[in-house]
Structures are given as structure tokens and as C-alpha cells.
């Protein structure tokens, strides 16, 4: 119901907001520690094609255990008790804590929708929201990454609101060598690369 009002006070946005403004990142890693394990891989290259100025990432206790806060921007939080409602929703504390700190693009890495980060993402005001592509989401997130197989695919499946990825034959944008293997979070990360690269260069 949260996510179903607050969609008439959405502001317009466009993409190309991130050349423009300083970007602080909100990044909500799995609740699954193994896939949080996957997905924190990417963080320093996300971090950085964005050059985010600030970073929080959010995750269940196991799943922050996988992000090295090494780079001094980042900080992590973990979902504990103290960051929750008994009834899942998340708490005053965490959501002034980030409202506070101005996280201008929300970044979900959940594969599937989970109602925490989703409501996390909504309250903190972040104007770009972004996760993977699923149709329980829609309300939440106002940018769903679709990945798909190959170009055909990208020409008939690709909804209006989604960035579809690039094709497994496509050559890997300069600066992902760190990010292996062809995972969803992989396959994210380079969706942002491709639209987070200066004007004069290619891109989707």
C-alpha cells in the first residue's frame, strides 16, 4: 500500500542525471549469504564507475559479513533487530539514518523481490531505484534491469521501465576484468557501466 501511494509523488528522472549530480549509494545486498557473496563482488567496481561519493550498504548480518568496507566511503549496516518492525517493515532509526545521509540512487541486488530492501529503497527518497527485473517489484522500483540471452530476446522481451542487458556476445566494457563469470550481479554491473560512461563513448 506504501509503495502503491507514494507512486503519485515520484519525480521524473533521467539516466543521465548520473554524469550530472554526485552520486550517494544505497546498495541492498541478498538476504541468501551465498548470493550475497556473488553480488558483493561487484561493489568496487559499482562504486566506482559511479563514483559514488558515498555508500551505504545494507544487508542481513551474514550477508554484510562479504563487503570489505577497506574503501573509506563505504559503510555498512546490518539489518539486525534494531533495524526492523516485528512485522518486517524497516525501522525509524535505519530509514532516518539514510534519509539523512541524502542516498540520491538505491541499488537492490536481491534476485528476487523481498519486502525490507524494497520498502528500505522506497522510503529513503533515492529518486533512481534499481533492481532486477521482476514483475512484483514494478511499484517499488522505477528502473528493473531485464537480462536476457541474446539480442532477439532483448528486442521482444525488454517491458518499458527496464534496461535490458547486454548480449553473452557482447565484448565486457573496459574496467569489469575484477567482475567473473556471467552472474546476474555481473550482468547488472555492466548495464551500469554502459549507461554511467561519458556521452561521447558507445553505449546502450
Known sequence: MYAWWGRFG???FNLSEIHRRPVRL?????????????????????VACLDAEVVFVVGEPRSVEFCD???????????????RWWFGLPSFGIVDRLTE?????????????????????????????LCLDDPQRGSVFNVRVLLVENHDEEGNGAEQGTAPAPARSDPTPAGTAGSSGDSPYARMLRVVQAVARPASEPRI
Open 101 to 129: 545521509a541524502g542516498l540520491n540512487l538505491a541499488v537492490d541486488l536481491n534476485p528476487s523481490a523481498e519486502l525490507l530492501p524494497a520498502v528500505l529503497c522506497r522510503r529513503i527518497g533515492a529518486r533512481i531505484r
Open 10 to 12: 515520484d519525480a521524473s
Open 69 to 83: 568496507p577497506a574503501d573509506a566511503r563505504i559503510t555498512v549496516v546490518p539489518l539486525d533487530r534494531s533495524a
Open 26 to 46: 544505497l546498495i541492498c545486498l541478498p538476504s541468501s549469504p551465498e548470493e550475497a557473496r556473488k553480488a558483493a563482488e561487484i561493489i568496487p567496481e559499482l
